[in-house]
């Protein structure tokens, strides 16, 4: 089961990486600075008394998910009001159609 667990987060990761180096690349290319800073450990335990580790690993990457994908709509949804069709057009082809 783990090796299952790591394989799904290992490509999961790989995916992010690739839509992060767009996402700066597309900035840059759109004359914009990109600039990266540290990112502090969150303070979370893996573990759930009830769930179990491995279920409630995946509630805590779901969670995650969502999260991103929000935001992603929210970036949408700024583009949108500022009449800005390659950033909106950029977002939906590259994130929002995973």
């Not at 394989?7 to 690739?18: A, I, L």
């Not at 914009?32 to 179990?52: A, C, M, N, W, Y």
């Not at 409630?56 to 069709?85: F, G, I, Q, S």
Request: proline share 3%; net charge negative; hydrophobic share 40%.
């Amino acid at each position: 089961m783990w090796v299952h667990l790591y394989r799904f987060f290992k490509e999961s990761s790989d995916e992010e990486r690739e839509h992060d180096e767009k996402l700066m690349k597309y900035q840059n290319t759109r004359g914009g600075r990109v600039r990266l800073q540290s990112i502090v450990t969150p303070l979370t335990e893996f573990d759930h008394p009830e769930k179990g580790d491995a279920l409630y690993v995946m509630v805590l990457a779901l969670a995650l998910e969502k999260l991103v994908n929000e935001k992603l709509h929210n970036l949408h949804a700024v583009a949108t009001r500022c009449n800005d069709p390659q950033l909106t057009d950029f977002i939906e082809s590259e994130f929002l159609a995973d």
